[in-house]
């Protein structure tokens, strides 16, 4: 499938053209008809201003391709619901429905699920999973800990700037939960479990 370029006009907020196939409708549950990718649900896709393509999200962007996508330059996107492209925001501005329960005009983050917690952190950067009010910032580690782990987290600089040892993905960008093992090394708990299971 070939791929046309998407220019951005920034004076009405609209793209001229859109590659056939990006910017279509997928889902999160298509049996449920829930509307996202594998990570999030969201009736809404972004378009990636490093090579103007079009992905659910940051995630489903990076895994097919060559480069990351940076999260905090993304400024359009295109509403599965009824097909307007148009600045990110947490509702659609032609159909008006709302494309994400929760959303983060820092991130460009969108997300439907409302059985989930999501928060950002400021010190951080990005939105992590949870209740905020279960975690705080730890400067030295440069991360969001679990206020229960706060005097055995193993605190260390930059902690979670490193990769799993089982599957070599950065803890940071991680949306798998990481769990400390007793001789205080991090990994995450889905690796953990999988190694467990067939160690």
Same mark, same amino acid.
């Given at each position: 499938?070939?791929?046309?370029?998407t220019?951005?006009?920034?004076?009405?907020?609209?793209t001229?053209?859109?590659?056939?196939?990006?910017?279509?409708?997928s889902?999160?549950?298509?049996a449920?008809?829930?509307?996202?990718?594998?990570?999030?649900?969201?009736?809404?896709?972004? *378009?990636?201003? +490093?090579?103007?393509?079009w992905?659910? =999200?940051?995630? &489903?962007?990076?895994?097919? #391709?060559?480069?990351?996508? $940076?999260?905090?330059?993304?400024?359009?996107?295109?509403?599965?619901?009824?097909?307007?492209?148009?600045?990110?925001?947490?509702?659609?501005?032609?159909?008006?429905?709302?494309?994400?329960?929760?959303?983060?005009?820092?991130?460009?983050?969108?997300?439907?699920?409302?059985?989930?917690?999501?928060?950002?952190?400021?010190?951080?950067?990005?939105? *992590?999973?949870? +209740?905020?009010?279960?975690?705080?910032? =730890?400067?030295? &580690?440069?991360?969001?800990? #679990?206020?229960?782990?706060? $005097?055995?987290?193993?605190?260390k600089e930059?902690?979670?700037?490193?990769?799993?040892?089982?599957?070599?993905?950065?803890?940071?960008?991680?949306?798998h939960?990481?769990?400390?093992?007793?001789?205080?090394?991090?990994?995450?708990?889905?690796?953990?479990?999988?190694?467990?299971?067939?160690?």
């Amino acid at each position: 499938m070939g791929h046309s370029k998407t220019t951005y006009n920034r004076q009405t907020d609209t793209t001229d053209e859109i590659p056939a196939g990006e910017a279509s409708i997928s889902y999160h549950d298509q049996a449920q008809t829930i509307l996202g990718c594998t990570h999030y649900q969201l009736k809404a896709k972004v *378009l990636a201003p +490093c090579c103007n393509k079009w992905a659910a =999200c940051r995630f &489903c962007h990076d895994s097919s #391709s060559d480069h990351s996508m $940076d999260r905090h330059a993304v400024e359009l996107m295109r509403c599965m619901l009824c097909s307007e492209s148009q600045p990110v925001a947490r509702s659609c501005r032609k159909c008006l429905a709302i494309l994400g329960h929760y959303y983060c005009d820092k991130c460009k983050l969108l997300d439907d699920d409302k059985s989930k917690n999501i928060f950002h952190c400021d010190r951080c950067g990005i939105c *992590l999973s949870g +209740c905020k009010s279960d975690y705080y910032h =730890c400067d030295t &580690c440069e991360a969001c800990v #679990s206020v229960s782990a706060r $005097d055995k987290h193993g605190c260390k600089e930059k902690r979670l700037h490193c990769d799993c040892p089982i599957c070599g993905e950065q803890f940071f960008d991680s949306v798998h939960s990481i769990i400390q093992a007793e001789c205080l090394h991090l990994m995450h708990e889905p690796c953990l479990n999988k190694h467990i299971q067939y160690s």
